[in-house]
Antibody, heavy 121, light 110 residues
Framework: QVQLQESGPGLVKPSQTLSLTCTVS??????????WSWIRQPAGKGLEWIGR???????NSNPSLRGRVTISVDTSKNQFSLKLSSVTAADTAVYYC?????????????WGQGTMVTVSS | QTVVTQEPSFSVSPGGTVTLTCGLT?????????PSWYQQTPGLAPRTLIY???TRSSGVPNRFSGSILGNKAALTITGAQADDESDYYC??????????FGGGTKLTVL
């Protein structure tokens, strides 16, 4: 079955750009009408949807983060990526990648295990 | 900005029934928002419980059910068990590719 795995640096300096990649295994990122999202969770707090990408490359993002978020897809590598610019300590969180459907299947049905990113000098 | 509301905490006795809700600061939640529910235990990724308001995800026990109650989405746990003690999150699809999570409910079973 499809599995997701996040990867990237665990420590990012303030004002720099956070970069993470999610690798899709067990299936093609291009098959089916699925969207690929990034979701984060600061320690002890709730989940926050960051944004999503479709395999065509079209994206949507959380208005509260718009301007700092870039999400892209590389179908040849079966991966999608997140770049979050100008990070501060408030961006310290566990970052999850997740798959969602379309039409009536609006649900995050597959999640990665999450990766911790700390913003600190 | 639209905020999705959930009870911060709830308590239920073992074997009891509890209903968690998911609302909006402005307006009513309907099936058009495709409410879905997730269970999360500390240190783990969320687990999908319910989607499209009331459809159980594969492998989810039938003691978990979803519905619309009044102007909110609801997750009901019937016959709560000790391992149901978790954080529960709802998320609403706002349209135009935008999702908004609720703040989560910490459920205690005691």
């Amino acid at each position: 079955q499809v599995q997701l795995q996040e990867s990237g640096p665990g420590l990012v300096k303030p004002s720099q750009t956070l970069s993470l990649t999610c690798t899709v295994s067990g299936g093609s990122i291009s098959s089916g009408n699925y969207y690929w999202s990034w979701i984060r969770q600061p320690a002890g707090k709730g989940l926050e949807w960051i944004g999503r990408v479709y395999t065509s490359g079209s994206t949507n993002s959380n208005p509260s983060l718009r301007g700092r978020v870039t999400i892209s897809v590389d179908t040849s590598k079966n991966q999608f990526s997140l770049k979050l610019s100008s990070v501060t300590a408030a961006d310290t969180a566990v970052y999850y990648c997740a798959r969602s459907g379309s039409g009536w299947y609006q649900v995050f049905d597959i999640w990665g295990q999450g990766t911790m990113v700390t913003v600190s000098s | 900005q639209t905020v999705v509301t959930q009870e911060p905490s709830f308590s239920v006795s073992p074997g009891g029934t509890v209903t968690l809700t998911c609302g909006l600061t402005s307006g009513s939640v309907s099936t058009n928002y495709y409410p879905s529910w997730y269970q999360q235990t500390p240190g783990l990724a969320p687990r999908t419980l319910i989607y499209f308001t009331d459809t159980r995800s594969s492998g989810v026990p039938n003691r978990f059910s979803g519905s619309i109650l009044g102007n909110k989405a609801a997750l009901t746990i019937t016959g709560a068990q000790a391992d149901d003690e978790s954080d529960y999150y709802c998320v609403l699809y706002m349209g135009s590719g935008i999702w908004v999570f609720g703040g989560g409910t910490k459920l205690t079973v005691l």
